[in-house]
């Protein structure tokens, strides 16, 4: 079978200034048996043939159970206002933009849209939660992609990261994040500043890490081409981390 041609993200509003190239890989599996089951009420079970067995302690009222408790584990806070769980804009930087995305515009930062528009359809996209700032000569664009699964993110997450190591993009493997598995996340600085016709030189750095059914994808650009510190990526991605 032949593989798809993945479409690269490309440049538009503030992203302009990043030359980042952003692959949307063939993501693998689908989500609509668990959307369907996530949003149903739960059906009771036949009785056990033993009554009485050890089990925690309640979190909540048995009358307090609802499709939105943690105690059924059906809800967490991803669920909720996924712009609430982004970091916020540091003191002394400008704030460019902020909010969700819907699919439609989410695939037009890629080269091939409708081939993106496809393929995050498909592995069950769910929203992109955007913030974006500028402080001194450094722009920074954080996005949380989230799906109805972890399939979907997990594919996400791997094409992402697998085609940083080409020279058009950092041309490097990369370092783990302290505290992350390396398969759920990697930081990249490229490894030469990048110039293109009527544009001043930048350098680049991106951090992809997944957790759950969302993916951290951050982009730190220092657009007078200055060596970036790995350092710096590292501690924005954690931060907003620990915000998830």
Known sequence: MAVPQRPRRRRGRTTLLIAAAVVLG???GTATGYAVQYHRDPTPLPPLAQQKLDTPKALAPDDATTWKTVN??????????????????????????????SLDSFATTFDMPESALRNFSKDGFRRVATTVWRQ??????????????????????????????????????GVAIPG???ELGHVWVA???RQ?????????????????????????????????????????AKRQLERL
């Open 136 to 173: 001194d000569d450094v722009l920074v664009e954080l996005r949380l992609v989230q799906f109805h699964d972890f399939s979907g993110a997990n594919g996400y997450q791997r094409a992402q990261s697998g085609y940083m190591r080409f020279e058009r993009n950092a041309g490097n493997d």
């Open 26 to 28: 063939a993501l693998a």
């Open 191 to 193: 490894s030469e500043t």
């Open 72 to 101: 059924a584990n059906r809800w967490h806070k991803t669920d909720g206002d996924l712009t609430e769980l982004l970091i916020e804009v540091p003191a002394g930087a400008k704030a460019e933009d902020s909010g969700y995305d």
């Open 180 to 182: 992350v598995p390396a």
């Open 196 to 236: 293109e016709p009527g544009y001043a030189p930048i350098r680049e750095g991106r951090a992809i890490v997944r957790r759950g059914d969302i993916v951290l994808d951050l982009f730190y650009v220092d657009m007078r081409g200055r060596r970036i510190a790995e350092s710096d990526v590292i501690d924005l």
